[in-house]
């Protein structure tokens, strides 16, 4: 079983930086995709971005096309996000997750980390 723990959250300001962290452990860890999702307070969670774990594949919601970024160490089992000018509205609780297969669900979600965005 997948275990995923998320870092790199905190507060910023508008127009600022952070680049979240996301581990995997296990002792294989052979994924279709990992993804990242969000979700602010009253709303519904949503994808942000995701990787193909073994190509170089990745999507990125509309939302945050230009600004955020993704990168992974595959030795390390680690996909990182790199969210870059930081809006008030991207303020969330940012979650990760695999895709063990094509078209299929994401699923092991970590526990979260809080980015919180001031204007």
């Known amino acids: 079983q997948v275990q995923l723990v998320e870092s790199g959250g905190g507060l910023v300001q508008a127009g600022g930086s952070l680049r979240l962290s996301c581990t995997a452990s296990?002792?294989?860890?052979?994924?279709?995709?990992m993804g990242w999702f969000r979700q602010a307070p009253g709303k519904e969670r949503e994808f942000v971005a995701a990787l193909m774990w073994s190509g170089a594949n990745t999507w990125n919601a509309d939302s945050v096309e230009g600004r955020f970024s993704l990168s992974k160490d595959t030795a390390k089992k680690t996909m990182y996000l790199r969210l870059n000018n930081l809006k008030p509205e991207d303020t969330a609780v940012y979650y990760c997750?695999?895709?063990?297969?094509?078209?299929?669900?994401?699923?092991?979600w970590g526990q979260g980390t809080q980015v919180t965005v001031s204007s």
């Open positions: 296990g002792r294989t860890f052979s994924p279709f995709a």
């Open positions: 997750a695999v895709q063990k297969m094509a078209h299929g669900k994401f699923d092991s």
